[in-house]
T-cell receptor
Framework: AQTVTQSQPEMSVQEAETVTLSCTYD???????LFWYKQPPSRQMILVIR??????QNATENRFSVNFQKAAKSFSLKISDSQLGDTAMYFC??????????????FGKGTLLTVNP | EPEVTQTPSHQVTQMGQEVILRCVPI?????FYWYRQILGQKVEFLVSFYNNEISEKSEIFDDQFSVERPDGSNFTLKIRSTKLEDSAMYFC????????FGSGTRLTVV
């Protein structure tokens, strides 16, 4: 079974600064995806970024980028130029892919990020 | 952009009552899921559904739970006899290349 660990229950950052959220995972699978989801107070689950395990290049989406270290099983999220609207709970998630997979998501416990003005 | 629609957004029910949570997945998606998030906790997988049958279910998904796709568009989660600990946010999702989550149903059991 896969596990996803987010060791930072809460973090805060000043507006316009950069913050990094940590995530580690444990799996024996070779084929998988990793995700960061954002959950604002509305509790909607919003995909921030995704990474295919077979790709060495780190994924980037505008101000959001990841540092994917496959050997270390680490998948951190960097938010640059933080904005007040980035205030939310952030969940790291793992999804096994390939044959025999139901593509279910396994989530970490989340990190509550607060962006201060 | 296509959406997954969940109704109702909030449901309050008495303990022991049956509830049905409804979802309309994206029309060309083939894989459907229910996830649960107890307040302040992580999101947990309940069940996956493909080709009109359950493809995987978690330990949480006991005999009190059932899912159905009654008419080719709706995807429902039924809890037969609700317990206080069923109070949670329930998310429906559908998937083709990637996941799309609905906005959730907040279930409160009193």
């Amino acid at each position: 079974a896969q596990t996803v660990t987010q060791s930072q229950p809460e973090m805060s950052v000043q507006e316009a600064e950069t913050v990094t959220l940590s995530c580690t995972y444990d799996t024996s699978e070779n084929n998988y995806y990793l995700f960061w989801y954002k959950q604002p107070p509305s509790r909607q689950m919003i995909l921030v970024i995704r990474q295919e395990a077979y790709k060495q290049q780190n994924a980037t989406e505008n101000r959001f980028s990841v540092n994917f270290q496959k050997a270390a099983k680490s998948f951190s999220l960097k938010i640059s130029d933080s904005q007040l609207g980035d205030t939310a709970m952030y969940f790291c998630a793992f999804m096994k892919s390939g044959g025999g997979s139901n593509y279910k998501l396994t989530f970490g416990k989340g990190t509550l990020l607060t962006v201060n003005p | 952009e296509p959406e997954v629609t969940q109704t109702p957004s909030h449901q309050v029910t008495q303990m022991g009552q049956e509830v049905i949570l409804r979802c309309v997945p994206i029309s060309n998606h083939l894989y459907f899921y229910w996830y649960r998030q107890i307040l302040g906790q992580k999101v947990e997988f309940l069940v996956s559904f493909y080709n009109n049958e359950i493809s995987e279910k978690s330990e949480i998904f006991d005999d009190q739970f059932s899912v159905e796709r009654p008419d080719g568009s709706n995807f429902t989660l039924k809890i037969r006899s609700t317990k206080l600990e069923d109070s949670a946010m329930y998310f429906c999702a559908s998937r083709e290349q990637g996941y799309t989550f609905g906005s959730g149903t907040r279930l409160t059991v009193v």
